[in-house]
């Protein structure tokens, strides 16, 4: 939901709570810094910034955690000013089930992999400039202690973040490079599919499977 309905709902505290967390969590990592709105290039637009909440439940329905996600409003972002290039490639269905065959004839290990933030770890390929989070009026955001630099200043990504238009393809290029620079081969055949030795990785966005023999 987006963050006008959950600031109506009983238990409003819980996402504001959710958010502090999450805010917390981008300064920490050092994924943007401040910058004062009148020193951004003249080209550029700063972007909206927009929260995602849910409530994450157990199978029997059961609220486990409140979420909020930061995200960029990609959709006010402009071609060759913002992004160039936003194609990422995914893992064929019929590469899947190939190395799910291959695993499973062989009786192979399979181990899942989710990469925590995964987007955010690759660094920005270009200057993007982020408006500060819409929050209610008495929420103080960690790095703009003054109700006023909320209009005054806005944050410079150093870090990719979920929305922006090449963010998946971002994701995908310091993957790749990373994997081979750790001496991973990728295939010929599908760009989501690597190998080191006797070991294979099948990565989904933000998401892999890690086959391999067992020992």
Avoid at 50 to 64: A, C, N, Y
Avoid at 67 to 72: D, F, H, Q, T
Avoid at 145 to 169: E, M, S, W
């Amino acid at each position: 939901m987006h963050l006008d309905k959950a600031m109506k709902q009983p238990n409003r505290e819980k996402f504001i709570e959710a958010m502090r967390k999450e805010l917390e969590d981008h300064i920490n990592r050092k994924h943007w810094k401040v910058v004062p709105l009148k020193n951004i290039p003249k080209d550029k637009v700063p972007l909206p910034m927009v929260w995602s909440m849910k409530r994450k439940r157990d199978p029997l329905g059961f609220i486990l955690k409140y979420k909020a996600r930061l995200g960029a409003g990609g959709h006010k972002s402009i071609e060759l000013v913002d992004y160039w290039s936003t194609y990422s490639p995914v893992v064929s269905w019929g590469t899947v089930q190939l190395m799910l065959v291959l695993a499973i004839m062989n009786d192979w290990h399979m181990q899942w992999i989710d990469f925590v933030l995964a987007f955010p770890q690759a660094p920005v390929k270009t200057d993007i400039f982020m408006k500060p989070p819409k929050v209610p009026r008495d929420f103080i955001i960690p790095n703009l202690p003054l109700f006023t630099d909320r209009f005054l200043k806005v944050y410079k990504l150093i870090c990719n973040l979920y929305g922006l238009k090449d963010a998946g393809k971002t994701w995908y290029d310091f993957l790749r490079k990373g994997l081979i620079k750790h001496g991973w081969k990728p295939s010929l055949i599908d760009k989501c599919l690597f190998t080191k030795n006797s070991i294979i990785l099948v990565v989904y966005v933000d998401d892999a499977v890690l086959i391999l023999p067992k020992t």
